[in-house]
């Protein structure tokens, strides 16, 4: 798979990482559906307007769910092939 991919085999990966991991990003993923309904039932409760309450939800909860994003993403990239693993490379085909 790894010539398939242009990509150098390093060695192997514990069996439990990737099972780790996956909860983890799992259980951070899921935040956003806590955070969000949480605010906008608070500010509808508070002003009974359900659109400024939508808009209202997503303006408090937005830094926390980009902040939340920010902290799951360097370390689910994997570095041990550095050159295939660089901010500018996401979203573009191994070279």
Do not use: K
Request: net charge neutral.
């Amino acid at each position: 798979m790894a010539g398939l991919l242009g990509l150098t085999p390093t060695g192997s990966i514990e069996p439990s990482s990737p099972v780790l991991m996956s909860c983890v990003a799992y259980g951070l993923s899921m935040d956003h559906e806590v955070f969000l309904p949480a605010r906008v039932t608070e500010e509808h409760q508070r002003t009974g307007d359900t659109v400024r309450a939508v808009g209202e939800g997503i303006r408090r909860s937005a830094p926390l769910i980009t902040a939340a994003a920010g902290i799951l993403a360097p370390p689910s990239c994997r570095t041990p092939p550095a050159a295939s693993c660089s901010w500018g490379n996401w979203g573009s085909a191994p070279r």
